[in-house]
């Protein structure tokens, strides 16, 4: 069983007219619908058979009565059905925008939504100020792959110590311009520093890993979603390449590599010129990648900063170019690791 932590917004009630014996709850009934901004939550996706998918409870569709889960404020809910409604209007700094919002209906008649990574704008979630749901799109879906659906927070936490030509230091020391080991291209000056104290707690606990636990001499705790490196021949059976990058979260095994949570961490970013490998106390992991929605969750002062530095990110994050390895699957990922 995989818990994938993201987020969402939480209806207010219960669904229009649901009922748990209907199959097509769904549909129009959702036409125009108002979500609050406000209901911004996270959540956990508990895939049960690490399929990458969370399946739905409703019969019409195939899927029946899974065993897949989503946790939302604590609370374990069975999905009854999904949705998804074209062009629906949200609005973020006074800019109107419109894209497809999924919709997952529960079996109590509470629901949640949300956009897909692709189509969530440069700005904080607390910049939305108004959501409606659009028009039904027809289908019928079994379940929606959480791949499309997750949440690219990527950082160290503070303490942590990464290799320089000057030794280990700790990643919040480090200043624009202050040479860092990379695997790949030597000593590389850093271009951006950026910091975010946020509860270190639920779906934002940092991993812990323990000391030889991926070849690690010291403890290094990191974000859910910073990426590490795994190489050897399980990747090249399962991803078609020795060296894959690996989300931390989905390496938890419950003995060398942990979640800890705290009741607060500084969580730390380095960004150099492209996508680079560090090394932390011999565990080799990911530099910053500026996603769209990795540039959302920076403070605004943050993102302005790093945009000046790198002006055409503003338009297009694609512009920063490719990560250093292959990101893998959850699946892919404790395959690799088994």
């Given at each position: ?118 189509n969530i704008p440069a700005a904080h979630w ?213």
């Amino acid at each position: 069983m995989a818990d994938i932590a993201s987020w969402a917004w939480t209806g207010t009630g219960t669904w229009p007219s649901f009922s748990v014996s209907n199959q097509n709850n769904g549909r129009a009934l959702g036409n125009g619908l108002n979500i609050s901004p406000g209901n911004y939550t996270s959540i956990l996706w508990r895939d049960a058979n690490n399929n990458g998918v969370i399946a739905d409870n409703d019969s019409d569709d195939g899927s029946g009565s899974g065993t897949d889960r989503v946790v939302v404020n604590g609370v374990v809910k069975r999905v009854h059905e999904t949705a998804t409604y074209n062009n629906s209007p949200f609005t973020v700094r006074g800019v109107s925008y419109t894209a497809p919002i999924d919709v997952w209906i529960f079996t109590d008649g509470t629901y949640m939504v949300r956009l897909r990574d692709v189509n969530i704008p440069a700005a904080h979630w607390k910049k939305v100020t108004a959501i409606r749901l659009g028009t039904w799109d027809g289908a019928e879906y079994s379940g929606s792959n959480i791949a499309t659906r997750d949440n690219p927070f990527v950082c160290f936490t503070a303490g942590t110590c990464v290799e320089t030509p000057d030794g280990p230091r700790p990643v919040e020391g480090l200043r624009a311009g202050d040479l860092v080991l990379t695997l790949d291209h030597g000593p590389q000056p850093l271009l951006w520093s950026g910091k975010r104290l946020v509860r270190g707690t639920g779906a934002a606990a940092p991993v812990l890993f323990q000391p030889g636990a991926l070849g690690n001499s010291d403890a290094v705790r990191v974000s859910p979603h910073h990426r590490v490196l795994l190489t050897g021949w399980k990747a090249e059976l399962f991803a078609g390449t020795s060296e894959v990058l690996v989300t931390a979260h989905h390496l938890v095994d419950g003995k060398t590599i942990l979640r800890d949570p705290c009741d607060l961490v500084l969580y730390v970013h380095l960004l150099f010129m492209r996508h680079e490998l560090l090394d932390t106390a011999g565990l080799l992991s990911e530099s910053f990648h500026p996603t769209r929605y990795a540039l959302d969750q920076l403070a605004d002062q943050e993102r302005q900063d790093l945009l000046t530095r790198i002006p055409q990110l503003a338009q297009d994050p694609r512009h920063y170019g490719a990560t250093a390895r292959r990101c893998v699957t959850s699946w892919e990922a404790r395959a690799i690791a088994a």
